[in-house]
C-alpha cells in the first residue's frame, strides 16, 4: 500500500507561520517601529495567501506590536514615552507578583531553565552580542513568571509579554551586563526559596530600568498610523 501523502498546510498552520515570521522580523527590528506593511507585499514575501496573513495580523495588533488602519493597512507601532512609563508600571506590580510566588513554586526544570538563559547571557555578553544577550534577558523575565505556578497570572502578563520581549531589543544597548548580574541575584534567591527577597529585589530590578530606558525613547520618533498608511510609499526604511 503506497504511503498516504501529507495533509496540505491549512489555513491555521499557515496563519501561525505568517504570524511567527512577522513576528520575527520585527523583534529583530528588521520591520522597525513606523514600518508600513501592506498585504501585497508581505504576503508574496511570506508566501501566504491574503486571508491567513490578516489572521497574522490580528494577532500581531492584539500583542501591541503592529496598529492596523481600517481599509487602509498596518504599521509596526511606535513607542511614546508614555507607553515606556506605562508598561514599566504595570511590570513593576504583576512581575514581583510572579517573582514573589515563584520563590514558593518554582521546580528543579525552572531554576534548570533560568540557569539555562543565564548561561547564554554570559556567553552573549562575552561575544559581544547584545541581540542574543537581550533575548536570554527578556528569556530570563519570562522563566520566572513560568515558575509562579498561578494561570491567571500569566493569562494578565501574556497581552504584555511581547510587548516586553521588543523593549529588551529596541534597548538591547543598556547596560546588559548589569542586567545579566541582578538576574544571577535573583536566580540565588529563588534557588533559596526567599519570596520577600525574591519580590524586593525584582521591583528594584525592574524600577532601575525605567530611566535608562526612557532616556533611549527620547531619540525614538512616533509615528501617526493613519498617516503612514496612507502614503504610497511601501513602508518605512
Request: aromatic share 4%; with cysteine; hydrophobic share 45%.
Amino acid at each position: 500500500m503506497a504511503p498516504e501523502s501529507s495533509p496540505a498546510p491549512t489555513a491555521p498552520s499557515l496563519t501561525e507561520r505568517a504570524y511567527g515570521q512577522l513576528k520575527s522580523r520585527i523583534m529583530d527590528l528588521e520591520l522597525p517601529p513606523g514600518h508600513r506593511i501592506t498585504e501585497r507585499d508581505a504576503a508574496a514575501e511570506l508566501g501566504v495567501s491574503r486571508v491567513p496573513l490578516r489572521e497574522a495580523l490580528r494577532l500581531l495588533e492584539a500583542e501591541g506590536l503592529i496598529v492596523l488602519v481600517p481599509r487602509q493597512g498596518a504599521m509596526v507601532a511606535s513607542w511614546s514615552r508614555e507607553d515606556v512609563v506605562r508598561l514599566f508600571e504595570v511590570r513593576e506590580e504583576l512581575e514581583t507578583l510572579a517573582a514573589r510566588l515563584a520563590a514558593t513554586r518554582r521546580t528543579d526544570a525552572d531554576l534548570r531553565l533560568m540557569r539555562a538563559l543565564l548561561d547564554d547571557a554570559a556567553r552573549a555578553l562575552a561575544a559581544g552580542d547584545d541581540a542574543a544577550t537581550a533575548a536570554a534577558n527578556a528569556g530570563f523575565h519570562r522563566a520566572v513568571l513560568a515558575a509562579c505556578g498561578n494561570p491567571l497570572l500569566q493569562q494578565m502578563m501574556a497581552p504584555l509579554n511581547s510587548r516586553v520581549q521588543w523593549l529588551f531589543h529596541l534597548t538591547k544597548h543598556r547596560d546588559t551586563r548589569e542586567q545579566r548580574e541582578e538576574h544571577v541575584q535573583l536566580y540565588q534567591l529563588l534557588q533559596a526559596r526567599d519570596s520577600e527577597g525574591a519580590a524586593e529585589l525584582y521591583r528594584a530590578h525592574i524600577a532601575a530600568g525605567l530611566e535608562p530606558t526612557l532616556a533611549i525613547a527620547e531619540a525614538w520618533e512616533c509615528f501617526d498610523p493613519v498617516d503612514v498608511t496612507r502614503t504610497r510609499s511601501r513602508g518605512r526604511k
